[in-house]
């Protein structure tokens, strides 16, 4: 869904009040993103490769319940983005995006994937080699906002060390950790049998 069709629904949504349960009253919290974009740019080719989905919040637009794994690959000026895992009906998926400089220049990438509306994507943290802490949130009219957040993990667990330094950081900016729920990793998953890489 493109971001002007998502408006429009919201818009009606909000019309016939029947507000989305993951739109809530309020407006973003305040991020430094131009700091970090500046930091994070010139390391853009560390962070490509494969992240390990290890928690998220509620989002409708995951339509990968577990066993989750995207592969970035970065050509100088975006990412491309396929993720693999189990859909809520059991069976494998795979989605395909973009991640990519915001269109009218704001200071943080955004993700646009097969399905969904292009939204802001901010690295709040990563060390590129263990983890990435990840947000996107976006403000509508009448008040409202949505917000998203995920913790990567470049193997499919996560030391509590890293998962300590993402809730620092969604902490910082508000994010109420018990939001988040673990995705299903590991022994569980059987990655071969998904079409990864």
């Given amino acids: 869904m493109n971001a002007a069709l ?103 990438l955004s993700v646009n994937y097969e399905e969904s509306w292009i939204a802001p994507y901010v690295i709040l943290d990563t060390d590129y080699e263990n983890f990435s802490c990840v947000y996107s949130c976006t403000e509508y009219n009448f008040g409202y906002y949505s917000d998203f957040s995920f913790i990567f993990s470049r193997s499919p667990t996560l030391s509590d060390r890293y998962i300590r330094r993402c809730e620092a950081a969604f902490s910082k900016i508000g994010v109420d950790m018990s939001r988040f729920t673990k995705t299903v990793q590991g022994y569980s998953c059987s990655y071969d049998s998904l079409k990864y890489f």
């Fill in 6 to 108: 998502f408006l429009f629904a919201l818009f009606a949504a909000v019309a016939a009040d029947k507000i989305p349960d993951f739109v809530v009253p309020g407006k973003c919290p305040v991020v430094d993103e131009k700091s970090l974009f500046e930091q994070q740019k010139p390391n853009y080719s560390r962070y490509a490769g494969v992240w390990y989905e290890i928690a998220l919040t509620d989002n409708p637009y995951q339509l990968l319940e577990k066993c989750v794994i995207n592969e970035y690959s970065f050509d100088g000026t975006k990412f491309t983005a396929i993720s693999n895992g189990i859909g809520g009906d059991g069976n494998a998926m795979e989605r395909n995006g973009q991640i990519l400089p915001m269109p009218l220049g704001e200071p943080h």
